[in-house]
């Protein structure tokens, strides 16, 4: 019988020869089929963009059905399907964006700017303490909330504490 060639996108075997495979492989249906695969990984931003150019098919709309089916040139997607992808956009970004973009009060950004701020305070005053008291009326830790809500950090990750480490003058680090 020979050897059988098995393609993956369109789920078939047929005898495997130079003729058969090249037939095969530049046929429309493989086409439609390896494209039908790789359009199932794409994100949603990149369907919505694809199909907020599109105008909306009109046999789609008047039958609820088209002959060239997910090959249309012309967009299937309902008011209902584009308002839910929006969302499933939207969502998807907040969630890249990283929980610091959920929390009310402020960002890394935010931090980072008065960490510098607090840094040039203090080669200036020299008393970090009462610029702390003076901006928010509590002494606060300098890290990050976010990374103080994460349980179970390693001690290289831990914050130093609010006066900070007590450094013995002798120490020998040999």
């Known amino acids: 019988m020979g050897r059988r060639y098995y393609c993956d996108y369109c ?5 495997d020869n130079m003729h058969n495979r090249k037939k095969h492989l530049n046929g429309v249906q493989h086409h439609r089929s390896k494209k039908a695969w790789y359009d ?15 105008k909306a098919c009109r046999k789609f709309l008047q039958k609820g059905i088209c002959d060239f089916g997910p090959n ?3 967009s299937h997607m309902s008011e209902e399907d584009m308002d839910h992808l929006k969302r499933q956009v ?7 964006e990283g929980p610091d973009s959920f929390l009310p009060g402020r960002s890394i950004g935010d931090w980072l700017s008065r960490r510098e701020k607090k840094k040039t305070a203090l ?8 610029k702390e008291d003076g901006e928010d009326g509590e002494a606060e830790s300098d890290a990050p909330p976010q990374l103080l809500s ?9 914050p130093p504490p609010l006066g900070g480490w007590k450094v013995k003058v002798n120490t020998d680090w040999g």
Request: glycine share 4%.
């Open 11 to 15: 789920d078939r075997s047929f005898q």
């Open 40 to 54: 199932h990984f794409r994100d949603s931003s990149a369907i919505l963009c694809d199909e907020q150019a599109k």
């Open 72 to 74: 249309c040139r012309f």
């Open 90 to 96: 939207e969502d998807e970004r907040q969630l890249r």
């Open 123 to 130: 080669g200036v005053k020299g008393d970090l303490k009462n």
């Open 150 to 158: 994460i349980p179970d950090l390693p001690p290289s990750l831990l």
